[in-house]
């Protein structure tokens, strides 16, 4: 049972326009959502996150929208950058993010420059 | 601060062999916790820790994995009579317990079960 679904195993987008990751969701018990980017042979890094509370997280070039109705979370990425070529992880938990994470199978972008 | 470290970070072993990582949190953290990550999966929970109590175990961890936190510090992952099946890359994070807070993952010690 994938309770954390990214249904685009990979993404290409051109240097400097808008990277697009999506991801869905079906525990209504989930309350707090994270993205995680990961290079190979290391573990994730934490990006940005979202609380059920808010619909709109922005940090930087990353901001997070989070459709609660439709249990949907969507990552962009403005401009993007070579280096953001990697497989990108979404990531819910219950309690506000006071318990275990329970992660999507990822999406891997490729900044084409 | 130095971040999540985890040792080994790479193991190969013989089926049926015994095996054990070590992981070492943010020093402030009292939450530690351990995913498996398999090729083209993301990282699955295993367990964690709030100080040196295991506060909860995945049904995914059989009776041959065992964890433990002395002294809530570092962790120890056992995994005992490995199998192939075994063969993933182990992730340990840690967070402080408070709402809205994220997990920092380390390395991972990638598990070879030849």
């Known amino acids: 049972d994938q309770q954390v679904k990214q249904n685009s195993p990979s993404l290409s987008v051109q240097e400097g326009r808008i990277s697009i990751l999506n991801c869905d969701y079906t525990?209504?018990?989930?309350?707090?959502f994270l993205w995680y980017k990961k290079y190979p042979a290391e573990g994730p890094t934490f990006l940005i996150s979202?609380?059920?509370?808010?619909d709109k997280n922005e940090d930087g070039r990353f901001t997070v929208f989070l459709n609660k109705s439709a249990k949907h979370l969507s990552l962009h990425i403005v401009p993007s950058q070579p280096g953001d070529s990697a497989v990108y992880f979404c990531?819910?938990?219950?309690?506000?993010?006071?318990?275990?994470?329970?992660f999507g199978t990822g999406t891997r972008l490729t900044i084409i420059p | 601060d130095t971040g999540v470290s985890q040792n080994p970070r790479h193991k190969i072993t013989k089926r049926g062999q015994n095996v054990t990582f070590r992981c070492d949190p943010i020093s402030e953290h009292n939450r530690l916790y351990w995913y498996r990550q398999t090729l083209g999966q993301g990282p699955e929970f295993l367990t964690y820790f709030q100080n040196e109590a295991q506060l909860e175990k995945s049904r995914l961890l059989s009776d041959r994995f065992s964890a433990e936190r002395p002294k809530g510090s570092f962790s120890t992952l056992e995994i005992q009579r490995t199998e192939q099946g075994d063969s993933a890359m182990y992730l340990c994070a840690s967070s402080l317990a408070m709402l809205e807070n994220e997990q920092f993952f380390g390395p991972g010690t990638r598990l070879t079960v030849l």
């Open positions: 990531a819910a938990s219950a309690n506000f993010g006071n318990e275990k994470l329970t």
């Open positions: 525990n209504s018990m989930f309350d707090y």
């Open positions: 979202i609380s059920s509370i808010k």
